[in-house]
């Protein structure tokens, strides 16, 4: 025979077995690749290099892995700042409607859902006020924020992408003197020192239908406090009442 027909009966295979995807090699040799199976269901790629799969584009918009559910729902995972610059993708996007799962031992521990939330623990995401980031365990859970030993660990409010709009509150923690401080208005306004002492800036408001403010030790509970009642203020030592100044 000759042609096409020809070389592929005059090919030989080398190192081949069963699920084993072929790959070239010098004129009519071809090799079995022991670490590159195909079942017809799962590919599987088995290697020591970092590089296990690599993906590798000359495009302007960057690689893109697209991943296709009955025909018409698509997910990405992608590496381009432009990747909606085309038509095409735009409407790629504009039909998502998947979530993008990480799991550990085939059981889900992560999700990005289809509009965009960050599901850790979980597959139900928090109130809608707040829902973009949901942080689930069964027990103790919380996000840890670790800087330097000299520097600080922030939470910043912004509605702006520039000036203090970036910052327009926040929580921050200095390390280098163990203070924790809120901000408003980009300003900050209270501040608990490393011995617990409560600072502000300008006045501290006690609100409420009667509001009191209290002074408890850890030995003998509380101790005094302060109350409105009415129009009067008074004081009381030991759940009795020692002062009061009328209105």
Do not use: C
Request: a negative charge; hydrophobic letters at 30%; glycine letters at 12%.
């Amino acid at each position: 025979s000759t042609g096409a027909q020809g070389a592929a009966g005059s090919a030989t295979i080398s190192n081949n077995a069963d699920n084993r995807v072929i790959t070239g090699g010098s004129g009519t040799n071809l090799n079995g690749e022991a670490n590159l199976t195909f079942t017809g269901t799962k590919f599987t790629e088995t290697s020591s290099a970092k590089d296990l799969f690599y993906l590798n584009s000359t495009h302007s918009d960057g690689p893109y892995a697209a991943f296709q559910s009955n025909g018409t729902d698509f997910a990405y995972i992608g590496s381009a700042k432009s990747l909606f610059s085309s038509a095409s993708i735009t409407d790629l996007a504009l039909r998502t409607a998947t979530n993008i799962t990480f799991g550990i031992d085939a059981n889900e521990e992560m999700r990005l859902d289809s509009s965009g939330r960050l599901l850790i623990g979980t597959t139900t995401e928090g109130n809608s006020g707040a829902d973009d980031l949901t942080i689930a365990t069964s027990g103790n859970s919380g996000i840890t924020i670790r800087s330097g030993t000299s520097d600080y660990g922030n939470i910043y409010y912004s509605d702006a992408t520039s000036g203090d709009g970036e910052y327009a509150g926040y929580v921050s923690y200095q390390h280098s003197t163990n203070s924790l401080q809120f901000a408003t208005a980009s300003t900050e306004r209270l501040r608990i020192d490393s011995n617990g002492y409560v600072q502000t800036k300008s006045e501290l408001w006690v609100g409420g239908s009667a509001p009191v403010l209290r002074w408890r030790d850890t030995t003998h509970g509380e101790k005094a406090t302060a109350r409105i009642s009415g129009s009067d203020l008074y004081f009381e030592v030991n759940n009795s009442e020692r002062l009061r100044i009328t209105s």
